[in-house]
């Protein structure tokens, strides 16, 4: 079967010159020629544009792409081991997450206590030693409303108190789960207002959630792969014996 350009688009959903940018980026494989030099796709080429676009939502484009390229070039086993450590890197998210909701909940207990926070005030390079993270990072927090450091008279260096330096934990502790602002900021309001942990387990909740969406999304993409490399096989083999049958555990 011949496929244009345009007829490979329409099958995907995507643009002719996307189709384009794929295979230049070896995302599909190199595409023969007509005698006038137009482009000829084939299903091997619908196949892997179709794997591709499973592929991407779960493991990313970069990923994808990399996976992609592995497999035109008949390395299976490198396709492999890029979706073993997607796995594997996704599972490290998910302890990551585990550990940050029982840290976390630690912490909220601190709000839930009617002592105030107590300690000494430390400066922005202080704190940000503290937690391990660039002076910058504390700053961008600042600026999405997240911490409200005071300013020492004459210097005006920033300066974080027993409740700040509280928050700026909780921040960083959720940052490390990969957390957005905006989920940040119901958590912190909720703690300061009332010491409700109400949008703490949402903003867990929502990640857990997530983690299972991308594993979902990676199952998808890996079935198309499989797919993929079995039909890669059987043509390798097919080429290699003339017209010999394929192997009749490969998937056709």
Known sequence: MRLRPVDLARRAGVSTQLVRNYEAAGILPPAPRSASGYRQYGEEHLSALLTYRALAPGFGPEVATSIMQAAHAGDHELAYRLVDAAHAGLHQQRLATDAASEALGAMAAEFLDE????????LVGELAHQLGVRTSALRVWEAAGLLSPTREPGTKYRKYGPEQIRDARIIHMLRQGHYYFEQIRPVLDGLRRTGSTEALRSAI??????????TSAMLHGAALLYQLLQE?????????RGSAAPDS???T
Do not use: C, F, I, W
Request: charged share 25%; glycine share 6%; aromatic share 0%.
């Open 232 to 240: 890669k096989s059987v043509r390798d083999r097919q080429v290699g």
């Open 249 to 251: 555990h490969l998937v």
């Open 205 to 214: 909740a929502e990640r857990r959630a997530a983690h299972n969406r991308q």
């Open 115 to 122: 002592t105030p926070a107590s300690g000494p005030s430390l």
